[in-house]
């Protein structure tokens, strides 16, 4: 297919050819008299190879150029032969191209951001949902753009793996890191119907399980405007969702909140719809569903209909207690249109926009996408998406924006246009940001009232079976009376009666015994999760203790040439000491060498220690003993600025240990804290106590049950970071100025620790301070061995 230029002006341009065009010279109607375009977007079909196309158009543009690549489902293009939305075989080989001028683009800023969402492309989860939003918010904390956000003059193109089912778990990590206050609009990469591969390309690299950002700074006198259309109106008919997989998205049964009757998604479906499964498909062309929040619809489309399984599965998506209300078309056209018409009223003419467009509106108004005439006057180009971003993630809509040059000023001195998403941004950023929070609240009111609902329902067929049982007595004395022989009319009402009462009883076992099932269910679900957490925590603690043996043993084996090495050296050194002048420089060089050799030697007998070969003595020791022997060398590492206070709850308590390294435990946890605290001051709390565990212990390693010293240290300093938790016991890893740690303090700590067969756990967050907890075997009391309090000491 020749190359063909679309709609263009001096801000946009667009072009449109097939992979066997890409060649610079036909990719020059690009460029802007002569100067390179600020950023190029293109659109690839899915019927071509993606990597072929991109390396071709990376080697025509030049390494300069900004490019930007998204598979379609479709590509959108105006000023073309055959209309916006392309139709006829002649495309599904396409390409579009849209470039932007220097002139309407000050600076572009493009980064790339892991999902973490290779789990849900295989169809085996295994992340939960809060582990892949903690993840993706890491990715987002590397982001540094090199210009700063405003949400006036700068916009966040976002495009994103259609395939990675990630949407809301990257936009509500993109509002929790609080880092980017500005519009986030764009779609998900589509792909051929058979949902195998979605693709982009950040300039330099081909993408799956990825999302594309581009931050775009406006030029000096250039404005942006969104848009924003969906052809649906609400119906009286909505479902709430009881029984889905949210990872999954998909909805397998709904449960009325008034009648408490559950059914099949499926089931519910055909009976308010008065068809069968089969029809299902049909009919939901001119529907769909959607969720409101805030008395706005947002659109929840569904993907498949699954008659065998009874399920739908959804393209957004969509949690247990979300009511989901059934929306029909509205004219596709003339709503489109309407909303174009009243998004310009009182502003210019744009010089050009971006469009999203859900591949389902493509397919669903097939007869009508040649009337679609209302852009192409305008240089706009596009694509197909499998579903859109605006601010958060949608279904079925078209999110547009649209750049405008307007630098008039009305007599206020504001720009002479106003926005709503622009103009309204702070309203709309926040209504976004609680998005998230406000379904999960939508969701427990709805669960909420599903359990009320439940509850006065059983207490008044309880009280209804106790009015018939006391009716019935009082029915059946009267007929034993009244009654000496033959039938009585009476008989009949009481049988009755006594046929209704079993009914009710036995509707209200049979609701008692549903509901144990149901939560038998959920604790199964529950005892699942915290088995598969505890074994994640196992496994975690093993890879560390793994790793700390293995450095331990190179560093054992280290420090111990490195001690072979500094005998000789200190040795050689004090005999050339006495033989030359004791006043001379000689000798005070000699004595900074003798110095320097002491301080390595001391640091690999921290080296030892933390590799477990240089422990000391392991014998019964009364650890509340060895803490008070401690308190004057304490005393002493501390600054004055420091109050330690002691708070030994428990005297007879005897662990197996080594009191001089306990001493070098203490004295090293406590120093830490005084660190912490050295430009505030504050106060260190040592305390001592006991606490039983049992093999059940949430959160605990793997130990016998029984009886545990606990040894705590706490501050209220500074505190930690998670990164800086995860690393403070490796060893050399200090966040102490260079030459005032040497980073060996904690790992001797857990080397002495884990020598003694104990543990230890640490409690800490940024401006709270931090609480470290050595748990240690508890050995059986001795006779005697309480020692009293020390005079004068908060012990």
Request: hydrophobic fraction near 40%.
């Amino acid at each position: 297919m020749p190359v063909t230029t679309g709609c263009s002006n001096d801000a946009v341009r667009t072009l449109s050819l097939d992979a066997a065009g890409i060649d610079p010279g036909a990719l020059a109607p690009l460029a802007f008299d002569g100067t390179a375009p600020a950023l190029i977007l293109g659109y690839i079909s899915p019927e071509l190879s993606f990597g072929h196309v991109a390396q071709a158009l990376r080697s025509a543009l030049g390494a300069g150029t900004r490019l930007v690549l998204v598979s379609t489902a479709g590509e959108l293009c105006s000023g073309m032969p055959g209309g916006l939305y392309h139709p006829g075989a002649d495309r599904r080989a396409g390409i579009v191209l849209q470039s932007f001028s220097p002139a309407l683009f000050a600076d572009v800023s493009i980064h790339s951001v892991p999902l973490h969402s290779e789990d849900i492309r295989s169809g085996r989860p295994c992340l939960s949902y809060e582990q892949r939003l903690k993840a993706i918010e890491r990715e987002l904390e590397a982001i540094d753009p090199p210009f700063p956000l405003d949400c006036h003059d700068t916009v966040a193109l976002l495009f994103i793996d259609g395939l990675a089912a990630s949407e809301s778990c990257l936009m509500e990590a993109i509002y929790t890191t609080g880092r980017f206050p500005v519009l986030f609009v764009g779609g998900s990469a589509g792909g051929s119907l058979d949902y195998r591969h979605t693709w982009l390309f950040d300039g330099s690299r081909i993408l799956e399980n990825h999302a594309v950002i581009a931050f775009v700074r406006m030029a000096s006198g250039k404005r942006y405007g969104v848009f924003k259309t969906q052809n649906f109106r609400k119906t009286p008919i909505s479902f709430t969702i009881l029984d889905c997989d949210p990872i999954r998205r998909t909805v397998a049964s709904v449960i009325d909140p008034d009648s408490l009757e559950v059914s099949g998604f499926i089931d519910a479906l055909c009976r308010r719809l008065d068809c069968h499964a089969t029809d299902l498909e049909r009919l939901l062309a001119s529907h769909t569903f959607a969720v409101e929040l805030e008395g706005r619809l947002f659109v929840r489309s569904v993907a498949e209909i699954d008659p065998a399984a009874r399920t739908a599965s959804f393209f957004c998506d969509i949690n247990s207690g979300d009511e989901l209300f059934l929306v029909e078309a509205t004219d596709f056209v003339e709503q489109t249109r309407h909303d174009f018409a009243t998004f310009l009223r009182g502003k210019p003419e744009p010089v050009g926009g971006i469009l999203n467009d859900c591949i389902l509106r493509r397919i669903n108004n097939g007869p009508q996408l040649s009337q679609m005439d209302m852009f192409e006057t305008v240089p706009v180009a596009g694509f197909s998406t499998f579903g859109e971003i605006l601010g958060i993630s949608i279904n079925q809509t078209l999110s547009a924006i649209f750049f405008f040059d307007d630098s008039r000023e009305d007599w206020s001195g504001a720009k002479g246009f106003r926005d709503d998403y622009v103009g309204n941004f702070p309203v709309h950023y926040a209504h976004f940001q609680n998005y998230f929070s406000q379904a999960r609240n939508n969701r427990l009111r709805m669960l909420n009232r599903l359990r009320q609902s439940l509850l006065r329902n059983l207490i008044g067929r309880t009280d209804t079976a106790g009015a018939l049982y006391g009716r019935f007595e009082q029915i059946g004395s009267y007929t034993a009376e009244i009654a000496e022989g033959g039938p009585d009319p009476l008989d009949s009402t009481v049988k009755d009666l006594l046929t209704a009462v079993m009914q009710a009883t036995e509707e209200r076992e049979a609701v008692a015994e549903v509901l144990s099932l149901r939560e038998a269910e959920l604790r199964l679900v529950e005892e699942r999760r915290r088995a598969v957490e505890s074994r994640m925590d196992l496994e975690a603690q093993l890879r560390q203790a793994q790793k700390l043996e293995a450095l331990g043993c190179l560093a054992g084996g280290l420090a111990h040439e490195i001690n072979n090495m500094l005998q000789p050296i200190i040795g050689l050194t004090e005999l050339v000491m006495e033989d030359v002048p004791a006043d001379g420089t000689a000798q005070r060089n000699l004595a900074r060498v003798l110095e320097a050799a002491e301080r390595a030697r001391r640091i690999t007998r921290q080296v030892l220690t933390f590799s477990r070969s240089d422990h000391g003595e392991a014998v019964p020791l009364p650890l509340a003993s060895a803490l008070r022997n401690a308190v004057e060398m304490v005393d002493v590492a501390v600054p004055r600025s420091v109050r330690i206070v002691w708070r030994i709850k428990e005297d007879c308590i005897l662990v197996r240990a080594d009191e001089t390294a306990m001493a070098q435990v203490l004295i090293n946890l406590i120093r830490n804290a005084a660190d912490a605290m050295e430009e505030t001051g504050g106060e260190v709390e040592v305390g001592l106590d006991t606490v039983h565990l049992d093999e059940a212990t949430e959160g605990a390693w793997l130990h016998p049950a029984g009886r545990y010293a606990a040894l705590s240290v706490r501050d209220s300093g500074c505190g930690m970071d998670a990164a800086t938790m995860a690393r403070m016991f490796d060893p050399f890893f200090t966040t102490k100025s260079v030459g005032l740690g040497t980073g060996l303090g904690l790992p001797v700590v857990h080397g002495i620790v884990g020598g003694w067969g104990g543990h230890i756990t640490v409690d800490s967050a940024v401006g709270q301070g931090t609480t470290i907890r050595i748990l240690l075997p508890v050995l059986p009391a001795q006779a005697g061995g309480c020692i009293p309090d020390l005079p004068g000491k908060d012990m």
